[in-house]
């Protein structure tokens, strides 16, 4: 996953919550559970609330801190920020219009620590159709009403027994985002 696709995500969670992304969830399935991305800070305009970012590979990106970035004053240039996105786990499949599960614990948990940082999680449901069906992981690609195409691995496997290929369903997934800030090392 590239720096820029990261910060897409965190601007995604941050920006849209709620919206059903496509260009989260386009990335092959695989076995892998989180990606992890880390940058240094190397500048904070704190009048338009932007933090420029400097990953490993030496790119840098500029990003906007939005309202919801309640302790930004406390961040430094030279703190290290490292963004660990969980893939969407797909958790129920059902007919379209049928009740969702429960809500999981979905929203902003905010870091008590001495840097910034917190996790960003939601539950969405959506009416798509299954294009494939991979047992093996288990996984399932969709496509969407506007013709977007993702997959998500399926949390556990008796949630696509029963289904094909070409079958509109409900789906209802999860996803995470936690960012982490640490001091640099003296």
Avoid: C, H, W
């Avoid at 007919?95 to 969702?100: L, S």
């Avoid at 840097?115 to 494939?132: H, L, N, Y």
């Avoid at 977007?148 to 985002?177: C, H, P, W």
């Amino acid at each position: 996953m590239t720096r820029t696709l990261v910060f897409t995500i965190t601007l995604a969670f941050v920006l849209a919550a709620g919206a059903f992304s496509p260009a989260l969830a386009q990335k092959p399935v695989t076995q892998g559970a989180a990606i992890t991305e880390t940058a240094v800070i190397v500048a904070i305009d704190s009048t338009n609330r932007l933090i420029t970012l400097k990953s490993e590979d030496g790119t840098t990106d500029t990003i906007v801190a939005g309202p919801d970035v309640k302790r930004f004053a406390e961040l430094k240039v030279g703190d290290k920020v490292t963004f660990k996105y969980y893939e969407s786990i797909v958790y129920a499949i059902q007919q379209p219009g049928t009740k969702p599960p429960d809500p999981a614990a979905v929203g902003i948990v905010r870091s008590t620590g001495p840097k910034p940082g917190g996790t960003m999680s939601e539950q969405m449901t959506a009416v798509v159709t299954i294009k494939a069906i991979d047992m093996s992981i288990p996984s399932v690609t969709i496509t969407t009403d506007d013709g977007s195409t993702m997959s998500f691995k399926v949390e556990d496997k008796k949630n696509i027994t029963g289904f094909k290929v070409g079958d509109k369903v409900q789906i209802t997934y999860t996803r995470a985002l936690a960012i982490s800030v640490e001091a640099p090392k003296k």
